[in-house]
């Protein structure tokens, strides 16, 4: 009987023991992942694009949401081996045809070091903000995008973003862009999604929306979600890509400008 009760009692220490250690242990690891996960939250990887995550990317196939119409395929395959590139987006509202179609793309642009814009608001939610950023995301500082562009273009990246944000209207590119591209002889390329309210249901709220945008730079509240209670399947989002317009034969920014145009134009009017 007195064996069984040492037997019981030491099984209970080390227990005790156990338990006592397997705490502390599991608070330090709750802290350490604390501060760790603190010190990359401010980073700044959403300026630099350094976090993306290539595998993700180009296995985590992307297309299963996309499918891509390409101008002409070879020209461009021939360009992104070599240069960088400017893609410029249209047709953009929920920001999903960015995310899909420039983040996990499945392999589409697996040979230019590609990032793609979005919201800097996207970014200070945590959780949110890392996926994005394995995806190949970044922000812009302020309210100044286009330096953030020209910054990044400058360190060799391509970059996709959208020009009209995420509003309806088309606002131009300026000038600096095509004045930059001919400069530093990066590529411009058109880019139009189509299919995106065929995909998503998309709330709007016009007017509040606007007015949160204005202040935020995000149309609050933006609500969207698949149409998977249609009777049919949702269509994947069209993304057609333009041909890659080389800046060292154009005139001027001005003439550049007018052909890059001219492509969206034409983009507009492709049916498959």
Not at 132 to 146: F, M, R
Not at 212 to 233: T, V
């Amino acid at each position: 009987m007195a064996i069984i009760l040492l037997i019981a009692s030491i099984e209970i220490v080390c227990l005790l023991l156990y338990f006592f250690y397997a705490e502390i242990y599991f608070l330090l690891s709750i802290i350490i992942f604390f501060l760790y996960f603190l010190f990359k939250y401010f980073d700044g990887d959403e300026y630099t694009g350094f976090r993306s995550w290539s595998f993700l990317r180009k296995y985590n196939c992307g297309c299963t949401a996309c499918i891509y119409y390409f101008g002409n395929k070879e020209s461009f395959s021939e360009v992104q081996k070599k240069d960088r590139m400017l893609f410029v987006i249209m047709g953009n509202t929920t920001n999903m045809g960015l995310v899909n179609g420039f983040g996990i793309h499945g392999g589409v642009f697996q040979h230019v070091d590609l990032v793609y814009m979005l919201p800097p608001i996207l970014f200070k939610i945590p959780l949110l903000r890392d996926y994005l950023l394995w995806t190949g995301a970044v922000t812009w500082k302020g309210n100044d995008q286009e330096s953030s562009i020209l910054y990044l273009l400058n360190k060799g990246k391509s970059v996709a973003y959208s020009s009209n944000g995420m509003r309806e209207n088309l606002e131009e590119p300026s000038n600096e862009i095509f004045e930059f591209a001919m400069s530093k002889k990066i590529y411009l390329v058109p880019v139009l999604i189509k299919n995106e309210s065929k995909r998503y249901y998309i709330y709007t709220q016009k007017r509040i929306q606007d007015w949160f945008y204005q202040r935020i730079g995000w149309p609050f509240p933006l609500i969207f979600f698949p149409r998977i209670f249609d009777k049919k399947p949702p269509p994947k989002m069209e993304v057609h890509v333009g041909m890659p317009m080389d800046p060292t034969v154009q005139e001027n920014a001005i003439a550049f400008k007018k052909l890059f145009l001219g492509q969206f134009e034409g983009l507009m009017n492709v049916t498959e």
